[in-house]
């Protein structure tokens, strides 16, 4: 989630290897990542977004422009590199002040709409300010390639859309996922989802504030698709779309619903950790195509890379993608959280002030985050999670319980699964061990 995963897209590298496994720890200095290796090939580099990756001086030099917003608007030092905003400061500030001010519908979560200009907002300032940088580059005559992170804050808590983006999922156009009643008092659940569930539970909460925050969330997605439609029609517009590789792809998903919470935690379930990943280079690659083999975020980098024609470091554990390169296809991905420290428990939950809710999350999100080293593996049909501080391990079968909501460790018919699944995890920590490469005879 977040950071680590961010590091690890860029690094193509596991956050056992990079050392980057929680929130407050960035890019580690000196690290190989790809806009190091951009620059040095001669790419313009630029970022334009979110950063929530690169702290060190070194690594923020890279970058020929920098136009940096998050959730929360612009950061304290808007100072931007390369280029300006196209909107005028204090529009921006004002089209996000509501989401540092609105009032929570309940302890677990606030959401609301507002009508400022489209281009105000962070999806649509990203946007605009992405076309100006492509024009910019178009009528500038160079040959010099790009590198462009284009990091859309949204979706992201706290929830704030526009109206018009809202109005489009009345209620009869959103179906709720399947919830379990007993999902997290069987017995099944680990003690860590079970406490999660507690803070960020919406089961007892009001069901058209639920209908109302996954409104604000669908339209968040819908404004991004029309910001994507906007960029790839200035690419067009400019002749550059041929000659530009696009790829889509997110740090972590949104339980939004799924086992009767919202937000996000440190737990695997598929509605954090299997994120949209779209590759497109007209021409070069397939369009349309589908590929459901196993991939992840570490291989993003060695793609480009590869299509690109530059070496890949041997520091990246992460392989070109099936399909988009000749590469194989794999069938079995990993994910991984935690950072060796104690377990956040039960006694811990108790003394954090009622009620329960975001404020809880963020309390305690320090112990939460750092607790332990769980880790997961996940084939086509079947996911397991290792928690050596856990009171339990987890095993979904994922033809029969796509949902993910019955964890069927305890099942002995399941025994052999859960031993071959091991032996992966294993293999994989085997394989991946080294941060940096170990010089071979």
Known sequence: LCMPARISFWTGQWPHSH??????????????????????????VGLIGKNHCFAEADDLALFDTWCE??????????NTRGME???????????HELRRTMTPQNP??????SDFPLEDYSTGLVAGQT??????HSQSGTDQPFALWLSIPDPHEPWVCPEQYAALFPPEKIALPPWRDDEFSDGRAPMRNRLLYEML???RDNLDDLYGLMAVYYGMVRFIDDALGQILDALVRLGLREDTIVVFCSDHGDMMGEHAMQCKGGVFYDCLTRVPLIVSWPGHIPAGHVDDSMVNLVDVMPTLLELQGLPQPRT????PLPTVTSAAA???????????????????????PRPWGRKTLIQSLRHREAAGRRKMVRTRHWKYIHDPLGDKDELYDLRADPWELSNVIDDPTHASTVADLRLRLADWMIATEDAQPVPLP
């Open 316 to 319: 990246m554990h992460g392989q």
């Open 19 to 44: 050392g980057g496994r929680r929130n407050e720890t960035p890019m580690p200095a000196g690290a190989t990542h790809a806009a190091r290796i951009w620059q040095e090939a001669g790419y313009h």
């Open 201 to 203: 539970g919406v089961r």
């Open 108 to 113: 677990r979560f606030a959401y609301a709409t």
């Open 330 to 352: 794999r069938d079995a991905t990993f994910s991984e959280y935690g950072a060796g420290g104690p377990p956040f428990t039960p006694a811990d939950l108790e003394a954090l």
């Open 69 to 78: 917003i998050s959730h929360g608007g612009l950061p304290s030092d808007a």
């Open 131 to 136: 076309v100006r940088f492509l024009e910019k």
């Open 85 to 95: 905003w196209f909107r005028p400061v204090a529009g921006i500030h004002a089209a």
